[in-house]
């Protein structure tokens, strides 16, 4: 396992398959999908950043990297994926063997290169829309909350604030004397036409009869736009008077139903907003919603309290009114987002659902954080909230307008992408017709993305017939590179190029080689992955049944039995612990929805798409660690005989963290023996170690 978690060091990529079944019936029966879960800005400390412009393929427009083959004589590179002959630019008139630039050292298979000579004008942008549908105490938890966070907002970001509950309000932070807002009605749809009419952004200008409006070089001039987005340093001091002002939607709400709340209205008026203002500029609309959508198109439920809000149970017998129209809608408002460069995320704190699984297709496509909690005043979303703006080693590293594109060997096809991002739709001759998440394209964007943001890709491998035994042993490779060209979080804007190289095998002999190269906890979470996918997209699937046979299939293929003989069943060490991760992913949440409410189900899916192999393998089987006196912090196993008297369990589901104390720990604890000055040394001892791990 340790060589796999070497290569995720040096690149921020595992496969399941690190030899690869090298032809089409081989990769079918391998039951696994030849995949990678790839973090396309893993930060990497000794990771080259070169001052200058990538050379390209002039075929394939892949990056110059370890695995082309030059000619230093004279002065050609042969691209490994196309195999076409390139000239180097005069430029690179002084390379040779021992005059080598970092793209071609072995060690640099990621780098990035920074060839933006100044950085964009454009600020970052935040948008706070506020849910005021709810009651004081929470109400106020959320405006202390939004407080805090301007004050960690970086001085020349630009910020907007949209208020919403019956109807929607849009508060005008340039004019600080009087407090002034736009109102629109919540059931009503509001274009982005009607929206520039009505905020009077051509009372000064004309408006232009033809084209796109599309910021100050389209047709808005600037100071209509700084009536509503303001840099943080000026407006610091309206925004929180209005945020001390903020009250409780105002509009009566009958003891037999539900507050008039107009989520969807306010966020297609806030992404038509930044869509006039400043289009294609790293701006993220962050939404603060503390109940379910009763008005508008993304309305989730009515307001008539008898209506029970919709259950698994609803969905599945395709019983819930409001539930297609919904996620229509935000489907639309996503590509909107998307074709903007614009992220949404989503803060839900609520006791009932909001409306998660509706929005899902808007924040995943865009790249947009989700925080659910109970309330805007427990420490699970105010700890989040800090940690968006947060600078210094733990800082998100949020960056925006990313363009993810692959290339790869023409035996290899793209079907697609699981994670945040949305296709492009740029079909070519990578582009598989079998179809899997974001696919039919070679090229996605990611609105947002930040140093932990994983894909997990899915290749097909095309080529049919079995390889001649003749052929050379250095031609058995398949090589994949990824281009991630983004806007770093300090403003430049950088790409990113990973090339990988992996050998494939066929034939009767090949067994061996795949066992080798099989990484079980990668295999496991695009398992995952894939379940969760099918699950949403596939009508009558069957989970259970479907993750049992690719298990049956799987041991079939790479066990050690003889017919007849259960007995005599064995698995390879590199196979050993996959039954165990399927059989605990069959009871995890992301298979079985009792209990959980659509919206918890949506979003302990976001996560999983979104997190790196490490994170995920704890979402599918939590890890248990055992304290003790006798023996330092151990594993311990998924089981009732790891409780002993003197023991600390540690419980990490990811999602939540439990600790258990034995029956003589809980009475040391109860008679406050930790508060002890004689046993403080030993207490101590294990509460550092606790926070190590």
Request: charged share 20%; aromatic share 10%.
């Amino acid at each position: 396992m340790s060589e796999f978690l070497d290569l995720e060091s040096q690149d921020g990529v595992r496969m399941p398959w690190n030899v690869i079944p090298g032809t089409k019936q081989e990769s079918t029966n391998s039951v696994v999908p030849v995949s990678a879960i790839y973090t396309p800005i893993k930060p990497f400390p000794a990771m080259p950043v070169l001052p200058y412009a990538p050379l390209r393929c002039r075929t394939c427009r892949s990056v110059l990297n370890p695995f082309s083959t030059v000619d230093y004589a004279a002065k050609i590179w042969i691209c490994p994926f196309c195999f076409t002959r390139n000239h180097f630019p005069p430029h690179y008139a002084s390379i040779s063997d021992e005059n080598l630039p970092a793209e071609l050292f072995p060690q640099y298979t990621t780098i990035e290169y920074d060839s933006s000579l100044e950085k964009p004008t454009t600020p970052p942008v935040f948008i706070f829309v506020v849910d005021t549908c709810m009651i004081e105490e929470e109400l106020s938890f959320l405006k202390s909350a939004l407080s805090q966070a301007l004050g960690l907002l970086p001085d020349h970001s630009l910020v907007g604030l949209i208020t919403f509950g019956t109807f929607v309000h849009v508060h005008e932070l340039g004019f600080s004397s009087v407090p002034k807002t736009y109102i629109f009605k919540g059931s009503k749809e509001v274009n982005k036409d009607q929206l520039l009419e009505q905020m009077s952004f051509f009372l000064k200008k004309p408006k232009p009869t033809t084209g796109v409006i599309a910021g100050p070089r389209d047709g808005l001039s600037t100071e209509s736009i700084a009536r509503f987005l303001l840099p943080a340093s000026d407006c610091e001091f309206a925004l929180n008077s209005v945020l001390e002002e903020l009250q409780k939607d105002p509009w009566p709400v009958p003891a037999d139903q539900r507050a008039a709340r107009c989520t969807s209205t306010a966020l297609s008026v806030a992404a038509s907003l930044l869509g006039a203002c400043v289009p294609g500029s790293g701006a993220r609309i962050m939404a603060f919603i503390g109940g379910p959508s009763t008005e508008g198109q993304g309305a989730i439920v009515s307001k008539n309290l008898s209506e029970p809000i919709r259950s698994h149970k609803d969905l599945d017998k395709d019983s819930a009114p409001h539930f297609h129209k919904a996620v229509k809608f935000y489907e639309g408002l996503s590509k909107q987002l998307v074709h903007q460069g614009h992220v949404l995320d989503l803060f839900a704190c609520a006791l009932d659902q909001v409306g998660i699984a509706e929005i899902k297709i808007a924040v995943e496509r865009t790249g947009g954080l989700v925080v659910l909690a109970e309330s805007f005043g427990h420490s699970v979303f105010k700890d989040s909230l800090k940690r968006v703006f947060q600078l210094g080693d733990y800082e998100l590293g949020l960056s925006s307008n990313g363009i993810f594109e692959i290339n790869c060997s023409k035996d290899v096809k793209v079907q697609g992408i699981i994670g945040p991002c949305a296709s492009l739709e740029k079909k070519g001759p990578l582009s598989s017709d079998t179809v899997v998440g974001q696919g039919s394209t070679s090229a996605w964007k990611m609105c947002g993305l930040d140093k932990a943001t994983s894909l997990c890709l899915i290749f097909e491998i095309v080529k049919k017939e079995i390889p001649d035994a003749t052929v050379q042993p250095t031609s058995n490779q398949f090589y994949f590179q990824f281009l991630t060209y983004y806007q770093h979080s300090s403003g430049q804007m950088r790409l990113r190029v990973t090339t990988l190289s992996r050998r494939w095998v066929a034939g009767p002999g090949s067994l061996q080689d795949l066992i080798a190269g099989f990484d079980q906890e990668a295999a496991a979470v695009v398992m995952a992955r894939l379940v969760s996918f099918k699950m949403e997209t596939e009508a009558e699937f069957d989970p259970i049944r479907w993750l049992d046979k690719s298990l049956i299939r799987m041991c079939a293929r790479f066990g050690d039995y003889q017919k007849d003989s259960p007995s005599s069943f064995s698995l390879s060490p590199r196979f050993s612990i996959f039954p165990q991760f399927m059989f605990h992913l069959r009871r995890s949440q992301f298979v079985q929805v009792f209990n959980n409410s659509p919206d918890e189900t949506a979003y302990f899916r976001m996560i999983l798409n979104r997190e790196n192999v490490a994170n995920s393998v704890v979402m599918i089987q939590p890890s248990l660690i055992s304290y003790s006196f006798h023996s330092g912090p151990e594993p311990a196993l998924l089981d009732v005989a790891a409780i002993a008297a003197d023991r600390i369990l540690l419980l990490d589901a990811y999602f939540t963290v439990v600790i258990f104390h034995g029956s003589t720990i809980a009475q040391w604890r109860k008679a406050g023996y930790q508060d002890l000055p004689e046993h403080q040394v030993i207490f101590c001892s294990h509460r550092l170690e606790v926070n190590l791990i």
